[in-house]
């Protein structure tokens, strides 16, 4: 889904700033000062770019709205491209900067606020991209409550090798650190690749993240290559680019000594362009040495690659095999995808039944939108009988676990009970 990011030039440190937070999500945007290159026939390319995108995120100022310019010519081709959208689709986004007006041939549509709180407006805009995106999955979007995962990953923050070796909360007592810092300042470098990863799982501030890549640095740097990964994931958590390329450089260390996640999280930094430039092919590359060395997130993120055409062509039966086998190894998305694959027909033919049974595979494994899409399917009696008690269940379990759209569902849910029994 490919979004185009329209701006007056009064407001391009604000579109930088949109444009640079909508990417770190790994959204495909389009916005002029990254995609336009030297001696380009700008008009030209940026009319066709316009044309191709599923959506137009057009920014509104008290400035912009009163200036002349090509920011006018480019909401009007949005407008005309508009008639030829199906009804029902969304097309053109408005968002306002501040509080000026909105052109009368934009007040059709629902804006969404980027102040007074631009984190709240950018939360708001996120959910109608996701929105937008899960109804063009589907020709039938009105019958259909659903996130397609094929584009999440869930590797750079866990590690499957460390749940044996992880302190949990309830062991990690003072003492035992204590006993960790001890063994530690006398030079042994287990001990302080333990102490580095009990302080980055229970770091709450900025301070203790330090802290605790100080003491993982030390254990690599001591010849304890098995800290490695946790140490680049730490500064992949920084979320800077130069964390990002510090976590780049190591991954590609641990990935030399064979590390299956380190390979996974280098094409996790490919795809998403995070400290790299943005390339598929090379993030293909990485998954695949993850997925062969029996990776399950590798697996995953190699199937995902498959089922989008992304660094390879479309290719469902790849995409399904490889989930399939991250799904054997209790893979929570690949059994949410392998579930969508079926209730679409993606590759295979549809069948309700079996993706019914890989959604409740995933919510069983942990996934929440797995919960969500059998509330969905219970509410709409989708490859089920109705059934409004499964469906309240289903929507409670993902809504308790944090999923905001099932919290919503259980909101509309409870909305129209009431309405049905103030209406008799």
């Known amino acids: ?11 391009e440190g604000n579109a930088r700033r949109l444009y640079g937070d909508l990417t770190q999500l790994g959204l495909d945007v389009w916005f002029d000062r990254s995609s336009l290159s030297a001696g380009d026939e700008w008009k030209t390319i940026i009319e066709g770019a316009i044309r191709r ?12 709205i009163s200036r002349r310019g090509y920011f006018n010519s480019e909401m009007r081709l949005a407008l005309r491209v508009l008639e030829t959208i199906p009804f029902g689709q969304r097309y053109v986004l408005p968002c306002r900067l501040d509080d000026c007006e909105i052109p009368d041939p934009l007040l059709a549509f629902h804006t969404v606020d980027l102040f007074p709180k631009y984190r709240s407006g950018f939360k708001r805009l996120v959910a109608a991209v996701g929105s937008e995106y899960d109804a063009r999955e589907d020709s039938t979007a009105s019958k259909s409550v659903k996130i397609r995962k094929v584009a999440k990953q869930n590797s750079l923050p866990t590690r499957d090798q460390l749940t044996s070796q992880t302190v949990s909360m309830p062991t990690a007592t003072r003492a035992l650190k204590q006993d960790l810092q001890t063994r530690a300042r006398s030079g042994d470098v287990e001990a302080m690749f333990r102490l580095g990863q009990v302080l980055a799982r229970h770091a709450g501030t900025a301070k203790e993240r330090r802290l605790a890549r100080d003491w993982l640095r030390r254990s690599v740097d001591g010849g304890y290559r098995d800290a490695l990964w946790l ?13 990002y390329r510090l976590a780049r450089r190591i991954f590609e260390q641990a990935a030399a000594d064979g590390d299956s996640d380190a390979m996974n999280d280098l094409g996790v930094l490919y795809e998403h362009a995070r400290g790299v430039r943005r390339n598929y092919e090379i993030a293909h590359e990485w998954y695949t040495r993850s997925a062969v060395n029996g990776n399950r997130h590798g697996m995953f993120n190699l199937g995902s690659l498959f089922d989008r055409g992304l660094g390879t062509a479309q290719d469902y039966k790849s995409a399904r095999q490889w989930y399939l086998k991250a799904a054997r190894l209790r893979q929570a998305s690949a059994m949410f995808n392998l579930g969508y694959m ?3 027909g993606n590759g295979v033919r549809r069948d309700g039944n079996r993706a019914r049974e890989w959604y409740e595979a995933a919510a069983d494994a942990g996934d929440t939108d797995a919960m969500n899409n059998l509330g969905s399917m219970y509410e709409h009696g ?4 109705t059934n409004y008690r499964a469906a309240r ?3 409670e379990k993902a809504s308790e676990l944090g999923n905001a759209r099932a919290t919503d569902n259980l909101s509309r849910l409870e909305r129209n009970r009431r309405h049905s029994v103030s209406s008799t």
Do not use: K, P
């Open 231 to 243: 140490l680049g994931s730490e500064y992949a958590r920084c979320e800077t680019v130069a964390g």
């Open 382 to 385: 989708l490859d089920v009988r």
């Open 53 to 64: 995108s599923d959506l137009v995120i057009v920014l509104l100022s008290s400035q912009s």
């Open 342 to 344: 079926y209730s679409h």
């Open 1 to 11: 889904m490919q979004l185009f990011l329209s701006y007056s030039r009064a407001d």
């Open 393 to 395: 269940s289903w929507y």
